[in-house]
């Protein structure tokens, strides 16, 4: 791969300001396309109307810039990308590859409960398939990925190693557009990424689980697989994940020195001493570049 060619992005959700968990992606998402001559992209995922804060995107450009972590170009909204998403969806069912479900999350519960494979708390339901031959009088309440019967996805993690999902089993037909409108993040995140052109995504180990079925959407409607790389998580003292669903506080960027040492402790760089927010980026970006290079 010739790293001038190197395209990378950060994407936060506006349900919220930056905090500690998510300056760890930020930072290594900018540093990655950095470290290797590349561009940083800052998209905004607000495709979930109900769930942007107002005011919360710019707060979070403001948190960047702050911190010395500037785009190359303007951020793009998934909120104005409806009709690629729209383009997307109507290639999948042209090929018969998405169909429309009317389960609730109960009537999924229900099924899986009578097939003996109850739901676990705080997994993930695996859809059975209910209405992969038809609604049987049900409204549709959103569109589905046709997996089939053997989907295994294999892909190399630039920090984990190699991974590997079978999706049929793991996941089953995974949602691609809910009925009241919002797309789903996986094919928004695929259409995004080959739109824009991205070659390398950098993010939170948290997200791994979601590649596997990503790769499968890209493989079905022809777009390039970008190299992945996922970060640790900042987490809490009882080990969860720190996330704006727990209350965790908003990132003061006030002495950013501090912030950013305390992320890239997180991701592992040995600690270094700089007089100024550019000396301590521009060091970060050599370190970056000789823990993860793109071999």
């Known amino acids: 791969m010739n790293t001038s060619s190197y395209i990378g992005r950060f994407a936060p959700s506006p349900s919220g300001p930056l905090h500690a968990g998510s300056l760890v992606a930020a930072l290594a998402s900018w540093?990655?396309?950095?470290?290797?001559?590349?561009t940083w992209l800052v998209r905004i995922e607000d495709v979930d109307g109900p769930r942007t804060?107002?005011?919360?995107?710019?707060?979070?450009?403001?948190?960047?810039?702050a911190l010395g972590l500037v785009p190359d170009a303007p951020p793009?909204?998934?909120?104005?990308?409806?009709?690629?998403y729209e383009r997307a969806l109507q290639r999948l069912r042209a090929e018969d590859l998405a169909y429309p479900c009317g389960c609730t999350r109960r009537d999924i519960e229900s099924e899986l409960a009578a097939l003996g494979q109850p739901a676990q708390r705080g997994a993930e339901l695996v859809y059975p398939g209910t209405c992969r031959n038809g609604l049987n009088g049900k409204p549709a309440r959103a569109w589905r990925l046709r997996c089939g019967n053997d989907v295994r996805i294999v892909w190399h993690d630039r920090r984990l190693g190699e991974q590997q999902q079978d999706v049929t089993h793991a996941v089953g037909d995974f949602v691609l557009q809910r009925a009241d409108g919002p797309w789903a993040y996986q094919l928004a995140v695929v259409v995004d990424d080959a739109e824009q052109g991205i070659t390398g995504v950098v993010r939170g180990e948290d997200l791994a689980d979601n590649t596997a079925r990503q790769i499968h959407l890209q493989r079905l409607l022809g777009l390039p697989t970008p190299r992945y790389l996922h970060t640790p998580l900042l987490r809490d003292a009882r080990g969860d994940k720190l996330s704006k669903s727990n209350g965790v506080a908003a990132l003061d960027v006030s002495d950013p020195l501090t912030v950013l040492?305390?992320?890239a402790d997180v991701l592992g760089l040995s600690p270094f001493r700089a007089a100024t927010l550019n000396e301590w980026l521009q060091h970060a970006v050599q370190a970056w570049r000789l823990r993860w290079p793109l071999a």
């Not at 793009?76 to 690629?84: D, V």
């Open 53 to 65: 804060a107002p005011g919360a995107e710019g707060e979070i450009l403001r948190q960047l810039h």
């Open 261 to 263: 040492r305390d992320a």
């Open 31 to 38: 540093l990655d396309a950095r470290a290797h001559s590349g």
């Open 76 to 84: 793009i909204r998934q909120s104005e990308r409806n009709a690629l």
